[in-house]
Structure formats: structure tokens, C-alpha cells
């Protein structure tokens, strides 16, 4: 790992405060990462202190008045440069996000490809910002739309996805012209400090001005600091649900913007037309990949019950072959979870599931002993519930799946819809019928609804976010800019008289 953070550029002792290039001094309090795959100590980051926040956000001021008159696709062309860059940092980027995360080399790697593939998406955006042109109700007018730069936008990420967050944000906010601070999650600051660098390069390459693209590492005052600053037109945070409301009641006291992206209760329906095998791995790696932790993770199954039994072995058969160890292995399945207090909210969510009358499949449980030393390490499990139970109404951040069974098609969609939460859901089915009602109006209530494939692993091209106490955010790609600019209408009177609209007469 040492040379993996040699070429990051990561030293023992980090600044967590930059303006791009320029680092900024700080003597905030210090945060060390841990690893969570060995225990083990990977370093310090100095988080940003109030002096620092100040120059941040007024350097981020000051560039942004510059940035947003660079044409769109000048602005483009750095985050093409950006990709470029990631494309050849993709594999210790990667191998970082797996050591400070814990997730699988794979899904490390896949979080720098999903950022690559954003800014290629920027790319081609930089060119199509587009706006709508009207029909004007007065003789010799023209009347258009266009989007202009916002300005600051305040970006809060979480552990889970320590890179690719972010990079969905700043890829589209800076073809839009607008300048960005990022304050990533505490227990992930390392990712962001490489990151940081590697952005800052580009940056310099192409004269960019220094606050374009800033980071302020730190704790959740530093979050509230950032809702609360009438400087930061749109806050974007993704996290929990307790967090997004904090956010969105602060930034909506200031009538500011912004855009949540919070948990998920994501479910599959397996149909008893569905492909059972294919299912299987729809249902397994949206359950246990990125450990349980990703928004989009698979935490209920409402199956059929013609096929509730046979998929249910199916099912405990596959966990039995899943392999959990250190994610840097290729070879294996399942790493840890981010910390001991995530642990500690896994082992007491199975507590509460076994009081309300669940009934476990897949027993849980801590690991211990060789490979496991950093005490991070559970195993994901299954337990049959009933919908109403108030842990299969909450999102545990935790690779714990619980098993319903249906009877009746709209009873498996009331059963879906039936929790707090409206990000990620897919039906298992060969049946049209079924699929496109799945899809209807009266089906999904979820920002992403799926037909035979999983509900994680959402591509970049799509809007991404969700319903209800997801916070109703779409991030990523489709029309998602747009909340990155501020729409504004013009019309313009190139007649020789002034006729005013809906009629109104007003001589002089
Ligand atoms: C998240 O967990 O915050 O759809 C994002 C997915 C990923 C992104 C998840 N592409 O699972």
C-alpha cells in the first residue's frame, strides 16, 4: 500500500484544506484513517479549521466569476483532460478506495471507471446545455430560455461511494461553470485528498483558476456550516436520512438548493415467472456487494409463494459459497464493513429482527481471528420477516436480507411501496404483463425501478436518486444538470412598439 499512496501522493500528515493546487493551512483537529481491512493505522488528515473555510470559500468566490465565462465546452475539454487523467491513475485509485473503504477490488476499480464515465458524460454535455425557445404572444418579440453558472456548489459525500459521488457532482457542476467544495465523509478523507491532487493537476495544466475545485475535510459541524452558508447556492449531500434532513431544513430556511440523496429500503419482487437462476444473482450481489453499504443495496426480497421455497434454498445455498475476507483479493466476495460502530449497528439490527419474531436463514455474526484483526469483518445474512417490522422498515447500512412472501401481484407492490423510503427496486419476471404494470403509474413509487436485473449498480446515464425520505435528489446523468444552473427567460422586443401582454392597454 505504500507505493499505492506514494503515487496518490498521500504522506503520513495531510492537509485537508485546498483551493486546487494551493494547500491551505489549517490547524484544525486531526483525523486519522483506519483501515477497515486491516485495523490498521494509513494516516493523518488535518481537517479544515474556520480560518480555512473562509479562504476557501473565498477563493471558490473569486474563481467562479472567472470559471463561468469560460465557454462550456473550453470548461469541457478539462474535464476530458480529468478522465484522461483518472483512465491512468484507475488502478491505485482504486486499490486506495478498497484499502480506506473496504470494498472489493472490483468494485473499487468499477467506482474510477463510474467516474471516468461521468466526465465523459460532462463531455458531451458541455456541448448541449441546452434551453428551450417559445412563441412569443406579441408581435415582433422573441422570448428563449438559457441556463447560466450558479455558482458554488456544496458537495457532501459519504463513505460508501468515496470518489464517484463527488465525481458525478463536479463533473457536471463544472461544465456548467459553477466552482465546487467538497467536504467528503471523515472516514474516507484520503480517497478525497487524492482526488483533490489529482483534479489540481489538470487544473494547473490548463491555467484554471485556484477555487475551482476545493476541499475541506472535517466533521459534521463543517456539513451544518456549509447548509447554513448563504454563499453555497446548491448543497448537494448524500447520506443518511437523518443527515439529508438536517441539510434540507437548513438550506430551505435560506431558501437555497438542495439535492439529497439519502438511504434506501430497496426491495426485488421475484415473480413465480421469474428466471430464478438469473435472479439469484441479481438478489445475492445487490444484498452482499460493497458489504450491505451501498443506497442502492438489495434489503428485501417479496417472493412469490409458488416459488418462495425453491428460491429460498437456491438463495441459502449461494450464501453458503460466499467467500468474505480482505478485498484486496481478487478472489473474494465480501470485505468489511466501514468501521466498528457499523458492526455494532449490524449486530443490533439482527437483535431487534430476532425480538420481532424473525426467523434466520443465514445466521450473522462477528469474525474473528486470522485476517480478521481489524473486527470489521460480518457475515451477510437472511432472515424471513413480516413487511411491518420496524427493522424492515429502517435502513441498516449492513449486508442483512430479509425474505417476505406474496401471494397476489399488487399485494408484492403495496408491500414494495410500503416503507419510508423511495430510491432503488426491481421486479424478477418473464411476464409482460406484470413488468410493464411494475413500471405503471400504480406500480413503483422508487426514483429507479428495474425489470430483471438487480437494484444496485445503477449506470451513470441514467437520472440517479430516489422518492420519499430518499430526499427526491436525481444526481448523474439524463437532465440531472439542471439543477447545477440557474434557468433564466428572456424576451426581447425587436418590434417598434411596446404592446404589452395578456392584452392589457396602456396608453400614454
Ligand atoms: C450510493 O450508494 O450512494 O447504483 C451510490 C449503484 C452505484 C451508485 C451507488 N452506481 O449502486
Known sequence: ?????????????????????????????????????????????????????????????????????WPSPKRGDVVRQFAESLRKYKEPLGKLVSYEMGKSLQEGYGEVQEMIDICDFAVGL???????????????HRMYEQWHPLGIVGIISAFNFPVAVWSWNTALALVCGDVCVWKPSEKTPLCAVACQKIIADVFTANNVPEGVCNLLVGERELGERMAADVRIPLVSATGSTRMGK??????????????LELGGNNAIIISKDADLDMALVGCVFGAVGTAGQRCTTTRRLIIHEEVYNSFRD????????????????ENVHVGPLIDKDAVKMYEDAIERCKTEGGKFLVEGGVLKGDGYESDCYVKPAVAEVQPH???????????ILYLMKYKTF??????????????????????????????????SDCGIANVNIGTSGAEIGGAFGGEKETGGGRESGSDAWRIYMRRQTNTINYSNKLPLAQGIKFDL
Open 126 to 140: 458541455s456541448r448541449q446545455l441546452h434551453g428551450l425557445t417559445m412563441h412569443s404572444e406579441r408581435p415582433g
Open 314 to 329: 437456491k438463495l441459502v445455498n449461494a450464501y453458503k459459497q460466499l467467500r468474505i475476507g480482505n478485498p484486496l483479493d
Open 246 to 259: 438536517a441539510v434540507g431544513a437548513a438550506v430551505g430556511a435560506r431558501l437555497g438548493r438542495s439535492l
Open 1 to 69: 500500500m505504500h507505493d499505492i499512496l506514494q503515487q496518490l501522493g498521500i504522506t503520513e500528515n495531510n492537509n485537508g484544506a485546498s483551493t486546487g493546487s494551493n494547500w491551505v493551512k489549517s490547524s484544525g483537529k486531526v483525523i486519522t484513517s483506519f483501515s477497515p481491512v486491516d485495523g490498521k493505522k494509513i494516516a493523518d488528515v488535518v481537517s479544515a479549521d474556520d480560518k480555512a473555510y473562509e479562504e476557501v470559500i473565498n477563493t471558490a468566490s473569486k474563481a467562479f466569476l472567472e470559471w463561468r465565462l
Open 389 to 399: 417490522f420496524n427493522v424492515v422498515q429502517h435502513e441498516t447500512f449492513a449486508p
Open 410 to 443: 399488487d399485494e408484492a407492490v403495496a408491500i414494495q411501496n410500503g416503507v419510508p423510503q423511495g430510491l432503488s427496486s426491481s421486479i424478477m419476471t418473464l411476464n409482460l404483463r406484470e413488468a410493464e404494470a411494475f413500471l405503471s403509474a400504480a406500480g
